[in-house]
């Protein structure tokens, strides 16, 4: 009785681990699935830039960071098409090699992006992805550059400008203009790379009898986030407000922080770039490099969120001027280019805009080791199963070392199954032999965990990098896999889409995931069967388990696993061939 006691509790133990497993790997899938974030309510308000005085200020005083003067709710009507406020015309049109759209003449706003390279889906007609929207507009999301000042007009939301020069483009720069009834004028030259960084030149040209105090600066305004579950803050990636500031990356502020904080906002005292981030895009505003600045990340109305910094106020003689320069950067969150940022433009830190979190050490080298054999074979599904080579291959000693320790592990069986029938009753006194065992023979028992435990930061640095890096988006592998970043579309459940309905993730079997079971189970059938009942029975359920487990993964991700089970069964087979005496009947 009390020996099955003890198998009952070990069954237990192992059981329960098992459920432990699974819950912590799949309760993000579970509970996007069954437990989506409620849809915000669509946007109905338009935010104003600033406009009128400032308090009084005087030179060298940090700027008080301005608020956006708010208009009345408009109603849910007063929302029209993007293509309907886009035709209003007072518009210089945005060209370049990576992104199209337009800058607004009412309010110099930045407020019309799109992404020449990206595709909102797969499908062969899909239209480019959308960064920026007018206001005025569902989910509208903007830039604006402006000026604070005393007792002097400044040019605020609806200032309509003058242009000089007709299109944007890397090669034109344009230039904005207004002049207030004072004589002060208000210039703007923005300029553009080939990339997604604006420049803005902001001038302020003192034509008046007095001396004016102004601070200049440059907001990122967004009303809505993302409804997509997909598209939204989890453990794993962050979404939402970002940015170097007061020396550091803010990765650990939301949405709903923002609106928590008080009276709204979150300020900081130095920065060297804020914005918000989605999970492939970037929106953020940056001062000139080494620049003083303050900033806020801000909710000034009910889902409507902002970044925003500011200059100290600077005192501007008669007839002298003042320039600032502010950057915009509005694009894809390419790793490279990212980089080459904060090199050449020594924006610090804006590669970190990638959540990559405490393994970035890790995941940097895995992504850029994909990236480079991607460029070599192109096709990320052939360089997936490239990389699983090579780790295999850099592993390869230490898996001769872990099929050594089995085998010795094989061939002192019958000493320990002695061991345990002699000491059954007196648990300490079995495990004190065995450990005496284990020195005597020179086994380490722990040696086959070893592989086990690499493989473990490899997983998860390949994860990280399918699910964050925009180079993986959309990249398709042969036949019915069109995106490895996304899961398998093929679900046994539907009949592989014959059925007209969707199963949730926990049950989204595709084809991947029954390879996937299926080379796991041929891998545990080649291991030395175990000698305890209960490890047997975990052993043969565990393929399956892991089956529904990884099945709402990303593809590129059960690729990887299932190229490295075929390479293990091939290496089993050969380390089989060195130690014959490890080979043991398949379980059954």
Same mark, same amino acid.
Not at 11 to 24: E, H, P, Y
Not at 416 to 433: C, F, N, S, V
């Given at each position: 009785?009390?020996?099955?006691? $003890?198998? !009952?509790?070990?069954?237990?133990?192992?059981?329960?681990?098992?459920?432990?497993?699974?819950?912590?790997?799949?309760?993000?899938?579970? *509970?996007?699935?069954?437990?989506?974030?409620?849809?915000?309510?669509?946007?109905?308000?338009?935010? =104003?830039?600033?406009?009128?005085?400032?308090? *009084?200020?005087?030179?060298?005083?940090?700027?008080?960071?301005?608020?956006?003067?708010?208009?009345?709710?408009?109603?849910?009507?007063?929302?029209?098409?993007?293509?309907?406020?886009?035709?209003?015309?007072?518009?210089?049109?945005?060209?370049?090699?990576?992104?199209?759209?337009?800058?607004?003449?009412?309010?110099?706003?930045?407020?019309? %992006?799109?992404?020449?390279?990206?595709?909102?889906?797969?499908?062969?007609?899909?239209?480019?992805?959308?960064?920026?929207?007018?206001?005025?507009?569902?989910?509208?999301?903007? =830039?604006?550059?402006?000026?604070? *000042?005393?007792?002097?007009?400044?040019?605020?939301?609806?200032?309509?400008?003058?242009?000089?020069?007709?299109?944007?483009?890397?090669?034109?720069?344009?230039?904005?203009?207004?002049?207030?009834?004072?004589?002060?004028?208000?210039?703007?030259?923005?300029?553009?790379?080939?990339?997604?960084?604006?420049?803005?030149?902001?001038?302020?040209?003192?034509?008046?009898? =007095?001396?004016?105090?102004?601070?200049?600066?440059?907001?990122?305004?967004?009303?809505?986030?993302?409804? &997509?579950?997909?598209?939204?803050?989890?453990?794993? +990636?962050?979404?939402?407000?970002?940015?170097?500031?007061?020396?550091?990356?803010?990765?650990?502020?939301?949405? &709903?922080?923002?609106?928590?904080?008080?009276?709204?906002?979150?300020?900081?005292?130095?920065?060297?770039?804020?914005?918000?981030?989605?999970?492939?895009?970037?929106?953020?505003?940056?001062?000139?490099?080494?620049?003083? +600045?303050?900033?806020?990340?801000?909710?000034?109305?009910?889902?409507?969120?902002?970044?925003?910094?500011?200059?100290?106020?600077?005192?501007?003689?008669?007839?002298?001027?003042?320039?600032?320069?502010?950057?915009?950067?509005?694009?894809?969150?390419?790793?490279?280019?990212?980089?080459?940022?904060?090199?050449?433009?020594?924006?610090?830190?804006?590669?970190?805009?990638?959540?990559?979190?405490?393994?970035?050490?890790?995941? @940097?080298?895995?992504?850029?080791?994909?990236?480079?054999?991607?460029?070599?074979?192109?096709?990320?599904?052939?360089?997936?199963?490239?990389?699983?080579?090579?780790?295999?291959? *850099?592993?390869?000693?230490?898996?001769?070392?872990?099929?050594?320790?089995?085998?010795?592990?094989?061939? $002192?069986?019958?000493?320990?199954? =002695?061991?345990?029938?002699?000491?059954?009753?007196?648990?300490?006194?079995?495990?004190?032999?065995?450990?005496?065992?284990?020195?005597?023979?020179?086994?380490?028992?722990?040696?086959?965990?070893?592989?086990?435990?690499?493989?473990?930061? %490899?997983?998860?640095?390949?994860?990280?990098?399918?699910?964050?890096? %925009?180079?993986?988006?959309?990249?398709?592998?042969?036949?019915?896999?069109? !995106?490895?970043?996304?899961?398998?579309?093929?679900?046994?459940?539907?009949?592989?889409?014959?059925?007209?309905?969707?199963?949730?993730?926990?049950?989204?079997?595709? @084809?991947?995931?029954?390879?996937?079971?299926?080379?796991?189970?041929?891998?545990?059938?080649?291991?030395?069967?175990?000698?305890?009942?209960?490890?047997?029975?975990?052993?043969?359920?565990?393929?399956?388990?892991?089956?529904?487990?990884?099945?709402?993964?990303?593809?590129?991700?059960?690729?990887?696993?299932?190229?490295?089970?075929?390479?293990?069964?091939?290496?089993?087979?050969?380390?089989?061939?060195?130690?014959?005496?490890?080979?043991?009947?398949?379980?059954?």
């Amino acid at each position: 009785m009390r020996q099955k006691s $003890v198998d !009952d509790n070990k069954r237990n133990m192992i059981t329960a681990i098992l459920l432990s497993v699974a819950i912590l790997i799949g309760w993000n899938f579970v *509970a996007a699935e069954f437990f989506p974030t409620p849809d915000k309510p669509d946007v109905t308000r338009t935010v =104003a830039g600033t406009n009128g005085a400032a308090p *009084a200020a005087t030179p060298g005083q940090p700027a008080a960071l301005p608020a956006p003067g708010m208009p009345a709710p408009t109603t849910a009507q007063a929302i029209r098409p993007i293509e309907a406020v886009l035709a209003e015309g007072n518009r210089i049109p945005i060209d370049t090699p990576a992104i199209k759209g337009s800058i607004n003449l009412v309010g110099a706003r930045i407020d019309d %992006i799109t992404l020449s390279k990206y595709r909102q889906t797969i499908k062969k007609n899909s239209p480019p992805v959308r960064l920026f929207a007018p206001g005025g507009t569902k989910a509208a999301y903007f =830039a604006s550059i402006g000026w604070s *000042a005393q007792g002097i007009a400044v040019p605020g939301a609806n200032t309509v400008w003058t242009a000089t020069g007709t299109k944007l483009t890397p090669t034109t720069p344009v230039t904005l203009s207004w002049t207030n009834a004072t004589g002060q004028t208000f210039r703007i030259e923005y300029s553009i790379d080939a990339n997604y960084l604006i420049t803005a030149k902001q001038t302020i040209a003192n034509m008046g009898a =007095a001396p004016v105090n102004a601070s200049s600066f440059a907001l990122i305004d967004r009303l809505g986030i993302p409804t &997509d579950p997909h598209e939204q803050d989890s453990y794993t +990636i962050h979404v939402g407000p970002t940015g170097f500031l007061d020396g550091k990356t803010i990765i650990d502020t939301d949405y &709903d922080d923002v609106e928590e904080a008080p009276n709204r906002s979150v300020r900081y005292n130095s920065g060297a770039w804020l914005g918000f981030s989605d999970k492939y895009w970037l929106a953020a505003v940056v001062p000139a490099k080494g620049e003083r +600045i303050t900033a806020a990340i801000s909710s000034p109305a009910a889902n409507n969120y902002q970044t925003l910094f500011a200059r100290d106020f600077t005192q501007v003689a008669p007839g002298k001027q003042v320039t600032t320069t502010s950057r915009i950067f509005a694009g894809a969150k390419e790793v490279y280019t990212l980089q080459r940022y904060e090199n050449d433009q020594g924006i610090t830190r804006l590669s970190n805009a990638i959540d990559w979190g405490w393994f970035e050490f890790f995941e @940097v080298p895995i992504f850029k080791l994909l990236d480079w054999l991607f460029k070599q074979v192109n096709n990320f599904g052939v360089a997936i199963m490239a990389l699983t080579l090579i780790i295999r291959l *850099a592993m390869f000693p230490i898996a001769q070392r872990q099929f050594g320790s089995m085998a010795q592990m094989r061939l $002192v069986q019958p000493k320990m199954k =002695a061991l345990q029938d002699r000491y059954k009753d007196d648990k300490p006194k079995m495990q004190q032999e065995l450990m005496k065992l284990y020195k005597d023979e020179k086994i380490n028992p722990l040696a086959g965990c070893l592989p086990i435990l690499i493989q473990i930061p %490899i997983f998860y640095a390949l994860y990280k990098v399918l699910m964050l890096t %925009i180079e993986m988006r959309h990249q398709p592998f042969i036949l019915w896999i069109k !995106d490895l970043s996304a899961p398998d579309p093929l679900h046994i459940l539907n009949l592989f889409g014959l059925l007209p309905f969707t199963p949730p993730s926990i049950l989204s079997i595709g @084809v991947l995931a029954v390879i996937l079971g299926i080379t796991m189970f041929l891998q545990f059938r080649l291991n030395p069967q175990a000698t305890d009942p209960v490890q047997q029975q975990v052993f043969k359920i565990m393929p399956w388990l892991f089956m529904f487990i990884m099945a709402p993964f990303a593809a590129g991700l059960l690729l990887y696993w299932i190229t490295n089970n075929i390479l293990s069964i091939a290496q089993q087979q050969w380390m089989y061939r060195k130690f014959p005496q490890l080979k043991a009947a398949p379980t059954t």
